[in-house]
């Protein structure tokens, strides 16, 4: 029963962390947050708004050895969720990147095994870890090629959760998440979630840039869908030291999924421009997910659509934008 769990959630005021602790407290779990609010990365007091009484929130870094050691105890589950969210961010400071996105799991970690090793950690890594794709839909044995210190020190994670699990045999869950999107998200930059950015440079009847022709394809998942997803593999007691792909499994044309949001929200305009060096450099080819490994083990499947999620989405911030942008 998930209504006696105690629950951390890293990276709580963000959209994922933040939408996961909705559904938790509506099912009277006991739920920690814990966000460092670093800017840009997405943090937002505003997201716990309509349940902030309801739950603990702690303004604390992952990075703290000494806080992390007292927030791990006693929780059943922790959704280590806390990153540093801009891969082409970390092109520009890689320090940064891998002191938060590895060091700061080390931590957790470490934390867990000394303090509290029964406890179940779900870990958030990305679909940018596979590289450039070999094949689509990727499954969970596509090699894992990174192209920046970003998808590099994911990866270098990934590995500390399944070292801890074989050596300490502490039960974890590893995800590799598509691309995200929804309500909740920060609005200010396109470092993290395009699909908001454009929704919001629609909304404000902007342009909007597209690279190339716009016809590499990818793979958005509706953040409410991927929290249920996290919530199903954490609270599964028989499934430890897992690894899933997990995305919405249907392939987006880029070009068709503005297309969608122009058309929703009925502004915007579509630019079609050259790819820059940088991103070039990173463009990893197109993606799908195969999701046939988390459907079968998890019985769970998206039930929002790209068009459903947009218009959710833009109804979300047209109530609330002040507080996002």
């Given at each position: 029963m998930i209504s006696d769990k105690k629950v951390l959630i890293t990276g709580?005021?963000?959209?994922?962390?933040?939408?996961?602790?909705a559904i938790l407290v509506e099912q009277g779990a006991e739920v920690t947050l814990v966000d460092a609010l670093i800017k840009p990365f997405g943090g937002n007091l505003f997201n716990v708004?309509?349940?902030?009484?309801?739950?603990?929130?702690?303004?604390?870094?992952?990075?703290?050895?000494?806080?992390?050691?007292?927030?791990?105890?006693?929780?059943?589950?922790?959704?280590?969720?806390?990153?540093?969210?801009?891969?082409?961010?970390?092109?520009?400071?890689?320090?940064?990147?891998?002191?938060?996105?590895?060091?700061?799991?080390?931590?957790?970690?470490?934390?867990?095994?000394?303090?509290?090793?029964?406890?179940?950690?779900?870990?958030?890594?990305?679909?940018?870890?596979?590289?450039?794709?070999?094949?689509?839909?990727?499954?969970?044995?596509?090699?894992?090629?990174?192209?920046?210190?970003?998808?590099?020190?994911?990866?270098?994670a990934e590995d500390l959760y399944l070292f801890y699990h074989r050596a300490?045999?502490?039960?974890?869950?590893?995800?590799?998440?598509?691309?995200?999107?929804?309500?909740?998200?920060?609005?200010?930059?396109?470092?993290?979630?395009?699909?908001?950015?454009?929704?919001?440079?629609?909304?404000?009847?902007?342009?909007?840039?597209?690279?190339?022709?716009?016809?590499q394809i990818r793979d958005y998942i509706y953040v409410e869908d991927l929290a249920v997803a996290m919530l199903s593999a954490a609270f599964n007691d028989k499934l430890t030291g897992e690894i899933f792909n997990v995305g919405s499994g249907v392939g987006t044309r880029f070009k068709d999924m503005v297309t969608a949001i122009v058309k929703i929200v009925g502004k915007g305009k579509i630019k079609f421009q050259p790819w820059p060096k940088d991103y070039l450099n990173v463009e990893t080819g197109d993606y799908i997910t195969n999701i046939t490994k988390i459907t079968t083990s998890l019985n769970w499947k998206p039930d929002t659509s790209l068009e459903e999620g947009i218009e959710k989405t833009i109804k979300f911030y047209q109530e609330f934008k002040s507080f996002y942008w």
């Open positions: 709580g005021l963000g959209m994922i962390g933040s939408t996961i602790a708004k309509n349940f902030k009484d309801k739950v603990s929130v702690n303004i604390a870094d992952i990075r703290d050895k000494e806080a992390m050691k007292v927030l791990v105890r006693d929780k059943d589950v922790i959704f280590n969720l806390a990153a540093q969210v801009s891969h082409n961010d970390s092109l520009l400071d890689p320090f940064t990147d891998a002191d938060i996105n590895y060091i700061g799991h080390l931590s957790v970690l470490e934390a867990v095994k000394n303090f509290n090793p029964t406890a179940k950690i779900l870990y958030s890594g990305s679909r940018l870890q596979f590289g450039k794709i070999l094949s689509n839909p990727v499954d969970e044995s596509h090699p894992l090629n990174p192209l920046t210190p970003y998808a590099v020190n994911k990866t270098a300490f045999n502490i039960p974890v869950i590893i995800f590799r998440i598509a691309n995200p999107f929804g309500p909740r998200c920060q609005m200010q930059h396109s470092k993290y979630s395009i699909v908001n950015w454009f929704i919001r440079a629609a909304i404000e009847d902007k342009e909007i840039r597209v690279f190339g022709d716009g016809d």
